[in-house]
């Protein structure tokens, strides 16, 4: 059963989360103290621990069928060493008491901490590698993208958070769900501001039963959906096209509601209907906010040198002069815009265009990385990811190298010794 206090301070639990109360405890963390324990006690606390960060939605039964006694390990071997050597060098003078010399020393070996990859077989989980490729802020929330089916494996829609990922498998998530999970929570105002452009869309105008025709008219199958290319080009008759798609979506919940319609449809014809209203949906969603629909009252046009000049005319500006003129910069009048100043107003156009302020969006904009976010931001060695397109390739599973385990872990090396031994004594 799901603790109802999953970050508790007074018996604190490390989680894989973003979480600001998680991040307190973590910094607060210590080994516990083993002197006065039993061997069972000592191997009971430390997997209580560890289960509770790795795979914390896994169930137990679950895990130990996961379990493996096989830990991967790399040795690192120097190409050049042992093409120059075959190692006869080491064996000479062995029980002579022959030294080497002072500057040809032994480096010290580091371990290799092999019981930090006990939990290397939930790494392949598909929840967790999106949370370790920082496109969501806890194994949580990436179970529930991929329930509602917003990440995808080699361009296949997984909804099984439970997926074990193979070398060479490439996911990739929803920017909005990334943006979403990544991104600043809105303040009290500007919730207020996202309520307020919502009760002024009009969707809700469209959708209402005012506007419903006499006769409804019957939708087309999900089989012949309206192409997204004639909804994204065409720009002269946007806003038919969006009133058109609006209408089409009350005309369905119109056939989906009236029972004398329905009780003679077929099954199949019922789920095209459902179908056509999800896409529908789906449609008009993704076209808040974006390019899509532009709006009517947008005065600025896409090119930033066409924006710049448009507002250098709006302000009643004169332009710079050139490079080749010489001028001096004392010469220069307060309403002449000087080429610093013009690089930065075009940078200041180019950062307003590809992060606007949008009040519809669930997250703060302009977007800014969420508070805490630093402490968790690093990648995994055996994950290559794309932030830009929010997608990331399993390169291989992870290993234990000397001085290095791949797996990342909040516990020492002790616990996961005894975590180790616990699991090993199961099997």
């Known amino acids: 059963m799901r603790a109802k206090k999953p970050y508790c301070l007074k018996r604190p639990k490390l989680r894989q989360s973003w979480n600001k109360h998680n991040l307190y405890n973590l910094s607060r963390a210590e080994p516990p103290n083993l002197s006065t324990r039993t061997f069972f006690q000592q191997k009971w606390s430390a997997k209580s621990g560890a289960r509770a ?27 050049k060493q042992l093409a ?28 290799t901490p092999y019981m930090h990859q006990t939990f290397a077989p939930l790494e392949r989980r598909l929840d967790t590698a999106i949370f370790r490729s920082m496109f969501a802020s806890s194994t949580r929330q990436a179970r ?7 990440v995808k494996v080699n361009g296949k829609r997984i909804i099984y958070p439970g997926y074990l990922l193979n070398p060479g498998d490439m996911f990739q998530v929803e920017p909005e769900r990334v943006l979403f999970a990544t991104g600043a929570s809105k303040d009290a105002r500007e919730r207020r501001a996202g309520r307020i452009a919502r009760r002024k869309s009009p969707d809700s105008a469209a959708t209402s039963q005012d506007s419903l025709p006499s006769e409804p008219i019957p939708a087309p199958s999900s089989e012949d959906p309206p192409p997204p290319s004639t909804i994204t080009n065409d720009n002269s008759s946007t806003p038919t096209t969006k009133e058109t798609l609006q209408s089409l979506l009350s005309q369905a919940k119109s056939l989906l509601t009236n029972p004398s319609f329905v009780s003679t449809l077929s099954g ?3 789920q095209d209907l459902r179908a056509f209203q999800r896409l529908l949906k789906r449609t008009l969603a993704r076209s808040r906010g974006s390019n899509i629909f532009p709006q009517q009252n947008t005065t600025l046009t896409d090119s ?27 010469d220069l009048g307060p309403e002449t815009l000087t080429p610093e100043n013009s690089s930065l107003l075009r940078k200041a156009l180019a950062e307003a265009r590809d992060n606007p302020i949008d009040a519809t969006k669930p997250y703060a904009t302009p977007w800014r990385p969420r508070p805490y976010m630093s402490a968790f931001a690093f990648i995994p060695r ?19 190298r000397p001085g290095l385990g791949e797996v990342p872990t909040p516990f020492s090396y002790e616990q996961s010794v005894l975590t ?8």
């Open 53 to 79: 960060y790795h795979g914390e939605t896994v169930k137990e039964k679950h895990w130990q069928r996961m379990f493996r006694r096989r830990l991967r390990s790399v040795v690192p071997m120097d190409p």
């Open 84 to 111: 120059r050597s075959d190692g006869y060098e080491q064996a000479e003078g062995r029980g002579s008491g022959l030294e080497p010399h002072p500057d040809n020393k032994p480096r010290p070996i580091l371990k």
């Open 144 to 150: 529930q993208f991929v329930v509602h089916g917003d």
């Open 268 to 270: 199949k014809r019922k």
């Open 304 to 330: 930033l040198d066409a924006q710049l000049q448009e507002l250098t005319q709006k302000l009643n500006l004169n332009p710079a002069p050139s490079a080749e003129e010489k001028v001096d910069p004392r």
């Open 382 to 400: 055996y994950l290559e990811v794309h932030h830009r397109i929010c997608s990331a390739v399993y390169l291989r599973h992870p290993v234990a």
């Open 420 to 427: 180790f031994n616990w699991y090993l004594r199961r099997r």
